[in-house]
Every structure is written in structure tokens, then in C-alpha cells.
């Protein structure tokens, strides 16, 4: 009897994918917060965090590629509520936003850290060693920006 099996590669692609709705997402939520945000001195942080999004995006879409997986083209619904969101917080301020922003990034990193365990070993190192330190970077970053703020 097996206590524990190897990630195949259907379920190491659904995380992937899964992941990868979360950095459309997430460049979704940048690209509004910065739309709005224009003179904020903030800017080029918040520039470079949504560039480290697109590039995750990037990472995950060759590696659900690399394994014969069709990659998502979108956020998909949590997408569409985080875009409803945004557009609220905007409404409200700055401030509102980049906690917005903030919070994301806390869903992402738990999402990463949750589903390691099953990633094939491959899919594992992109993420511990290429996508999970960016990921904490662009969180502690949104994080200084909104202490900034307060």
C-alpha cells in the first residue's frame, strides 16, 4: 500500500493554472490601482510589483505549457470580483487600494505556500526558488507602501 503518491501532472497543471488566474489577477488589480493612481509617489513601486506579477504569469504559463496543459487566458471569477473591488477602493482613496493590493498579495503567498505539497518536484522548485520569493518581495513592498500611508 502507498501512503504517499507523486503529484501527476494533471494536478500539478490545475495548481499551475490556478496560480497563474491568481497573477492575472493580480496584474489586473495593479493595472486599475495604477490607471487611478497617477501622481502618487508610490508609483514606480507599485510599476514594479506589477511587472514581477506579469513575469510570474510568464514562469506559469510555460510551465503548464512545458507539461502539455492549455494555460488560462484569464483571471476567471475571482478575477471579476477582485476587479469590483478594486474599482470600490479606488473610488475611496489610495490608502483603500494598496490594502486591497495588500491583501492579494497575502492570497497569493498562502495560495503558493498551501498547494507546494502538491506540485510535481519541478513545478515545486519554480515556485519555492523563482516565484515564491518574488511573490513575498512584492508583499513586502505593498506592505511598506501602505505602513507609508498610515
Known amino acids: 500500500m502507498q ?4 503529484p501527476d ?5 490545475d495548481h499551475l ?6 497573477e492575472l489577477s493580480a496584474v489586473e488589480s495593479y493595472r486599475l490601482a495604477l490607471d487611478r493612481l497617477e501622481p502618487s509617489e508610490y508609483r514606480a513601486t ?4 506589477s511587472r514581477s506579477h506579469q513575469e510570474r504569469a510568464r514562469l506559469l504559463t510555460e510551465a503548464i505549457v512545458g507539461r502539455g496543459g492549455e494555460p488560462s487566458e484569464s483571471s476567471g471569477a475571482w478575477g471579476s470580483l477582485v476587479r469590483l473591488l478594486e474599482r470600490s ?14 491583501e492579494g498579495e497575502d492570497h497569493g503567498r498562502d ?5 507546494l505539497d ?31 500611508l498610515s
Open 111 to 115: 495560495d503558493y505556500i498551501r498547494d
Open 89 to 102: 477602493a479606488l473610488a475611496i482613496g489610495e490608502g483603500a487600494a494598496v490594502s486591497l493590493l495588500e
Open 3 to 6: 501512503t504517499h503518491s507523486t
Open 17 to 22: 493554472n490556478s496560480f497563474l488566474r491568481g
Open 9 to 13: 501532472a494533471a494536478q500539478t497543471i
Open 46 to 49: 507599485l510599476v514594479q510589483c
Open 118 to 148: 502538491d506540485l510535481d518536484p519541478s513545478a515545486r522548485q519554480l515556485v519555492e526558488f523563482a516565484i515564491l520569493p518574488e511573490q513575498r518581495r512584492t508583499h513586502d513592498a505593498v506592505k511598506a507602501v501602505k505602513h507609508s
